[in-house]
């Protein structure tokens, strides 16, 4: 899985990549295989120049055990509700990407979870 943070753009960088190692760390605490940083993101349209620290990239390697995935996804969701600031995260897996940012807490939650379902089978969940 390939997570993608773009922080919210009135961020300084070293505040920027402090909240990327954060993200990590959290990510890095669940039973996932491995987590690394990932290539630097293409800049979003409109972006006037992106590098590794403001588009942060992790590539996350998932274990076979039931309900990582979901756990991963929970954990994105709650470190975004977090931050009071406009981040935005998308998730890859397999060509499939979901974009979060600027949603309510009951848009995300549906995004969510449909995102899920697609990605895991029923006893996953």
């Not at 505040?15 to 290539?39: C, F, K, N, Q, W």
């Amino acid at each position: 899985m390939l997570l993608v943070l773009a922080p919210d753009p009135e961020l300084d960088s070293e505040t920027a990549e402090r909240l990327m190692r954060r993200l990590r760390s959290e990510i890095a605490e669940l039973d996932v295989d491995s987590v690394r940083p990932g290539p630097a993101a293409a800049a979003p349209d409109g972006a006037k120049g992106s590098d590794a620290v403001t588009l942060g990239a992790i590539v996350v390697a998932l274990s076979a055990s039931g309900g990582v995935f979901t756990a991963l996804i929970e954990t994105v969701r709650d470190w975004l509700g977090r931050t009071s600031a406009r981040h935005r995260i998308s998730l890859t897996i397999d060509g499939d990407t979901i974009e979060l940012e600027r949603a309510s807490d009951s848009e995300r939650r549906d995004l969510i979870d449909a995102f899920i379902r697609r990605h895991t089978d029923d006893t996953d969940i």
